[in-house]
């Protein structure tokens, strides 16, 4: 008989179920097991006496144990889980549990030693559904506007953006380097005529941040795209791709993220608020009295990135904000430039936390060379420089972190919005 998974058990017939045992209890004239899958969960009544070898196999079972079953689905409108329940004939245990070794009120990093343990709950397995249908809509988005995924090296042999934070490895007789960035391979094939693609991907960052948005590995979502006229046509596209997925989220999930984590998944409003950095400092200011000494102005400061959620709201009603008109200190040597230097690009700001940075870049080879000289990265991006030479479209682009927007859409930290969490004190399991 074919494995029915328990979200799709047909009542008043025989089905096959395979799962764990979530719950049991063992009585002497009754035995009721709750089996789950990833897909649900469901109670397995077994009447004690009926079944000989049934009654032995259920005195062998503990919690977390890996059980098939077979019998017929029928109502009870006493069983809780749904009103229906399986009345088993046959049952074969695949695998006993030990003692489980973690507790449900243990502290985090106990629960990243057994991960694998800790995502056995409908809890955190929503978490990965809700990712998984949030890049499907995200790729869905983008292949409707003829979009290639491509898929970079990660191993390289110059740091990706600058000479620290890279994780350096020995490659045969040779330095390499695990990637920070897809962003100059992206810009490769904007030189090679793709005009418009994205990634999908791991990043490595060699930082020893200890906050609750980083880790030394995450998985990137990267989009560049060719023929652009101002780095506001990548924001459009950015807007236009999370209100896409946020929907897709909201549809599929949205009642069981606010049920589960008290968490109001909003589809966001288009076009999304935008302010000039300084614009956004004077505001703060007005609003609430936060001021920063003048040498941080020219960037974020990690208070005012999280007073932004509430002067989004305050200001816009929108939980999203564009910040514009950085210094060109804090900029990557690849943004484009205008007239008074001041570089093209933006922050994106959701619920207090920036996800993205994005601009336009510079594709003229001497005003690119120019400024990576700039920054003492001549040599280092040599071969990067090399792509501009023969030819390339004005573009522009932006990368989000999925696990950080997980974090976002749940309310939680990026330990526990990765499959496995990476951190400077952390590299197993």
Excluded at 284 to 300: A, Q
Excluded at 309 to 327: C, I, N, P, Q, W
Excluded at 369 to 394: M, N, S
């Amino acid at each position: 008989m074919e494995r029915s998974l328990i979200s799709e058990v047909k009542i008043g017939e025989c089905n096959r179920i395979q799962g764990f045992v979530e719950n049991l209890r063992n009585k002497r004239t009754m035995a009721f097991l709750v089996i789950r899958d990833y897909s649900g969960s469901m109670q397995v009544t077994v009447e004690k006496g009926q079944n000989p070898e049934l009654d032995a196999l259920v005195d062998q079972l503990t919690v977390e144990s890996v059980v098939s079953v077979e019998g017929k689905a029928v109502k009870n409108e006493y069983v809780k889980l749904g009103g229906v329940e399986i009345l088993p004939d046959r049952m074969t245990i695949e695998s006993v549990a030990e003692p489980l070794p973690l507790t449900k009120d243990a502290a985090i990093d106990v629960r990243l030693d057994y991960r694998w343990l800790d995502l056995r709950s409908q809890k955190n397995l929503l978490i990965f559904k809700v990712q998984t249908c949030m890049v499907a809509a995200m790729r869905e988005y983008l292949l409707k506007k003829k979009y290639l995924e491509i898929h970079t090296p990660k191993l390289i042999g110059a740091a990706s953006e600058s000479g620290s934070d890279v994780f350096e490895l020995k490659y045969f007789d040779r330095k390499g380097y695990l990637s920070q960035s897809p962003q100059f391979y992206k810009q490769m094939a904007m030189a090679a005529g793709f005009d418009r693609i994205f990634e999908v991907g791991p990043v490595f960052r060699a930082e020893k941040s200890f906050t609750n948005k980083h880790a030394t590995e995450f998985t990137g979502f990267d989009i560049e795209l060719s023929y652009i006229t101002s780095f506001r046509d990548v924001m459009d596209e950015e807007e236009g791709l999370l209100q896409y997925a946020l929907r897709a989220v909201k549809e599929a999930y949205g009642e069981q993220i606010k049920a589960l984590y008290g968490k109001e998944v909003i589809v966001p409003e288009l076009p999304f608020p935008t302010m000039k950095l300084k614009d956004v400092y004077s505001e703060l200011k007005e609003r609430y009295g936060y001021t920063v000494e003048e040498s941080e102005m020219n960037d974020l400061t990690t208070d005012a990135e999280h007073l932004c959620a509430r002067l989004s709201m305050d200001k816009f009603g929108h939980e999203f904000l564009f910040v514009t008109d950085y210094g060109p200190e804090k900029r990557a040597f690849y943004h484009m430039r205008d007239e008074n230097g001041n570089p093209l690009g933006y922050d994106l700001i959701w619920r207090g936390t920036e996800i993205t940075t994005g601009a336009q870049r510079e594709h003229r080879y001497d005003r690119l060379k120019k400024q990576a000289d700039e920054k003492g990265l001549g040599e280092d991006v040599k071969f990067y420089l090399e792509f501009f030479r023969y030819g390339c479209p004005p573009h522009g682009g932006f990368g989000l972190g999925i696990d950080r927007l997980t974090m976002l859409i749940f309310g939680l930290s990026i330990k526990e919005t990765e499959f496995l969490f990476r951190g400077p004190n952390r590299i197993t399991p």
